[in-house]
T-cell receptor
Framework: GDSVTQMEGPVTLSEEAFLTINCTYT??????LFWYVQYPGEGLQLLLK?????DKGSNKGFEATYRKETTSFHLEKGSVQVSDSAVYFC??????????????FGQGTILTVHP | GAGVSQTPSNKVTEKGKYVELRCDPI?????LYWYRQSLGQGPEFLIY????????DSGLPNDRFFAVRPEGSVSTLKIQRTERGDSAVYLC???????????FGQGTRLTVV
């Protein structure tokens, strides 16, 4: 079945540091890939997405590139801010044989950014 | 309202009791999903509604769990004979159609004591 594996957390960085959160996936079809973010006290929000191989999703300075050859979708940001402190979830939606948006999530990575 | 609303935000119940969790999706969204998030884990799919019907309930863990969406809008997740292992955050999400962006509520934190 489908699965998503994220790097172990938590991740603690100083402000303006470079961020990478690794994500790899297993899927039977041709999935769309997502990063969701959960800020303290808030619900899950879509951060960015990519729907096919070599697509790059970007939002709020975050980027992730859909790498089919390595089945990866690593999240990166060049300079993190304290306000980026949150839990980040990688997820996939397998379009193969389905016609709806069921998501499979990774376990989440807690990011804490210190001033 | 503007977003997906879930009530209650917190629910504490005794083992063996029955609970209902409510989800108000964004107006006009035909697709509705329930997920369960245990501590330190990502959300796990429970059930998907398209309109009034449950199109996929393969994620429901056992027959103590049931969900309805009688008028194609509000949905209720029902858990019978609750167990301590049911303690988790239950998330609801809705989308315009099956493959459109899903918007999540803030969840109901269920604690079974």
């Amino acid at each position: 079945g489908d699965s998503v594996t994220q790097m172990e957390g938590p991740v603690t960085l100083s402000e303006e540091a470079f961020l990478t959160i690794n994500c790899t996936y297993t899927a039977t079809g041709y999935p769309s890939l997502f990063w969701y973010v959960q800020y303290p006290g808030e619900g899950l929000q879509l951060l960015l997405k990519a729907t096919k191989a070599d697509d790059k999703g970007s939002n709020k300075g975050f980027e992730a590139t859909y790498r089919k050859e390595t089945t990866s979708f690593h999240l990166e940001k060049g300079s993190v801010q304290v306000s980026d402190s949150a839990v980040y979830f990688c997820a996939l939606r397998d379009a193969g044989g389905t016609s709806y948006g069921k998501l499979t999530f990774g376990q989440g990575t807690i990011l804490t950014v210190h001033p | 309202g503007a977003g997906v609303s879930q009530t209650p935000s917190n629910k504490v119940t005794e083992k063996g009791k029955y609970v209902e969790l409510r989800c108000d999706p964004i107006s006009g969204h035909t697709a509705l999903y329930w997920y369960r998030q245990s501590l330190g884990q990502g959300p796990e799919f429970l059930i998907y509604f398209q309109g009034t019907g449950a199109a996929d309930d393969s994620g429901l863990p056992n027959d103590r769990f049931f969900a309805v969406r009688p008028e194609g809008s509000v949905s209720t997740l029902k858990i019978q004979r609750t167990e301590r292992g049911d303690s988790a955050v239950y998330l609801c999400a809705s989308s315009l159609g099956g493959t459109d962006e899903a918007f999540f509520g803030q969840g109901t934190r269920l604690t079974v004591v």
